[in-house]
């Protein structure tokens, strides 16, 4: 059984920072792309960074790109997500997915597996 477990959300200013960190278990985490996806209140949730099965492609979202950095270590089976300069429209649950293929897609549906979310909220 996939597990996914998020940690690291919290309450912030804007223009601080958040590091947020998951563990995955049951699954075979170097052979899959990971992303972090969030889902603000009343939004459909979107993508937000993808990295590839080696840590070594990524991809972001155009609202967060030169702001968020994802990173992944497959040795401890973690990938995380650094938030700088955050602004109150970052404030969503945050949620760890795993793909469906060893390349990041930008297209939630792509992702299978998911966490339990993390929630974020940026005050003004």
């Known amino acids: 059984q996939v597990e996914l477990v998020e940690s690291g959300g919290g309450l912030v200013q804007a223009g601080g920072s958040l590091r947020l960190s998951c563990t995955a278990s049951?699954?075979?985490?170097?052979?899959?792309?990971m992303g972090w996806l969030r889902q603000a209140p009343g939004k459909e949730r979107e993508f937000v960074a993808g990295i590839d099965w080696t840590g070594s492609r990524t991809t972001y979202a155009n609202s967060v790109k030169g702001r968020f950095t994802i990173s992944r270590d497959n040795a401890k089976n973690t990938v995380s997500l650094q938030m700088n300069s955050l602004n109150p429209e970052d404030t969503a649950d945050y949620y760890c997915?795993?793909?469906?293929?060893?390349?990041?897609?930008?297209?939630?549906?792509?992702?299978?597996?998911w966490g339990q979310g993390t929630q974020v909220t940026v005050s003004s």
């Open positions: 049951g699954l075979t985490f170097d052979a899959y792309a």
């Open positions: 997915a795993s793909a469906d293929r060893p390349w990041p897609s930008e297209h939630a549906n792509d992702y299978i597996n």
